[in-house]
């Protein structure tokens, strides 16, 4: 279904003509029209009336959710920041307040995640190289649920680093163990499929990384036994 054919089920569910839709919306009955027929996508005006209406922007949108807004849960924040952003543009100053609002957020909390990153390294005397700083960061930044498992990883990393130093001898360097990549891949599907829980592709590769870098530090250790660790730290 369309934008135009879902505009076109709730006039009916709500026995409105087109004109009716039109008035209600301020809109003209000509571009009303065009709305039902996909030749015009509504704007943030159009879409600032929509929801007023008591229309789920989401389900307009994407046909996902509830039609109606009453009905639907609480939008996911990306969602709901899309909405707001195009309410801002037609003037709304409670979607501006939410989007500032939720700006004010994101930069305390990088802030946080900065302040943490940084107190673990000084707590372990370690500085961690760019690359693996930069996939911890953006870890924390997804869910800092994963701070435990982070500062456990730096912990153990630091203290091979300092076994290997005292023993004068320089940090070795080892090829990829795509059989260990591939053990951890094939375990974290199958724990997460057993859980029925789902990850984004990058927040998957970041945490498959995080586990590598646990394994080759543990010789011993399995990588279902890893994912099941990971798991029910960040649980």
């Known amino acids: 279904m369309t934008i135009g054919s879902r505009l076109k089920q709730w006039r ?3 026995k409105m003509s087109q004109e009716d839709a039109a008035l209600l919306f301020g809109v003209s009955y ?3 029209q065009k709305y039902e027929s996909d030749r015009t996508i509504p704007g943030g005006d159009a879409v600032k009336g929509f929801i007023e209406a008591g229309i789920n922007a989401n389900w307009l949108m994407t046909g996902e959710g509830p039609m109606l807004l009453e009905d639907a849960k609480q939008l996911p924040p990306e969602l ?4 707001d952003f195009a309410l801002s543009f ?3 100053e409670e979607a501006k307040r939410r989007l500032q609002a939720r700006q004010e957020e994101q930069s305390a909390k990088s802030r946080q995640i900065e302040a943490d990153l940084q107190a673990i390294e000084i707590e372990e005397g370690l500085q961690l190289p760019q690359l693996t700083r930069m996939n911890f ?3 924390m930044a997804m869910d800092q649920a994963y701070t435990p498992v982070i500062r456990l990883a730096v912990k153990e990393l630091a203290e091979f680093i300092r076994q290997i130093e005292a023993k004068s001898a320089p940090i ?3 090829p990829v163990n795509y059989k260990l990549l591939q053990d951890l891949i094939e375990s974290l599907e199958t724990a997460l ?3 029925n ?3 984004t592709p990058a927040r998957k590769a970041a945490v498959i990384q995080l586990m590598y870098e646990y394994c080759k530090l543990e010789d011993d250790v399995s990588a279902p036994a890893t994912v099941e660790r990971f798991l029910k730290l960040v649980a």
Request: net charge negative; aromatic share 8%.
């Open 30 to 32: 000509g571009v009303y």
């Open 80 to 83: 709901q920041a899309g909405i």
């Open 12 to 14: 009916a569910s709500n």
């Open 197 to 199: 829980l789902e990850l």
């Open 137 to 139: 960061w953006s870890l």
């Open 172 to 174: 070795p360097t080892s």
């Open 193 to 195: 499929d057993e859980r």
């Open 90 to 92: 037609a003037g709304d």
